[in-house]
């Protein structure tokens, strides 16, 4: 993942198809005929030293480990460790087809300054992992 700061933007390129996310910083709301897409619409803010990302508008059904609606919301809240070698996520989703209850994801990942991202080839999603946990 190759993240770059901005005035008003926050730009993730992640090695996972290619994947390319904005993160609009400049206090903009989500537009309300805005469509659904793969990876939605993001604005973010500081909280000290922690950056909150609010994703909507996210197509559904773009995750394979369950199904969900258009209507999921995802508030993520990046950390770094103390030393700047780690960066931890919170990811707590919501979504009101599919979710009694916020569920919560947790990532982490190491400083890797020298490493190059590229597109992961042949990268399919596991059609089987997706039917065995759907839900109605």
Same mark, same amino acid.
């Given at each position: 993942m190759d993240i770059r700061q901005y005035d008003d933007r926050i730009e993730i390129r992640y090695g996972e198809w290619n994947g390319r996310r904005t993160i609009y910083m400049d206090g903009r709301t989500r537009p309300p005929n805005q469509a659904a897409s793969p990876l939605g619409y993001s604005v973010g803010r500081y909280e000290g030293n922690t950056l909150v990302v609010e994703t909507s508008g996210v197509s559904a059904n773009i995750t394979f480990w369950f199904t969900h609606s258009d209507q999921l919301k995802a508030i993520e #809240?990046? &950390?770094?460790?103390? !030393?700047?070698? #780690? @960066?931890? /996520?919170? /990811? &707590? @989703?919501? !979504?009101?087809w599919s979710l009694r209850q916020p569920m919560q994801v947790r990532k982490a990942w190491g400083w890797a300054p020298t490493e190059t991202i590229s597109p992961y080839e042949n990268c399919e999603k596991p059609t089987e992992f997706r039917k065995a946990t759907s839900q109605p």
């Open positions: #809240r990046y &950390t770094r460790s103390a !030393d700047g070698k #780690r @960066l931890e /996520v919170i /990811v &707590t @989703l919501e !979504d009101p």
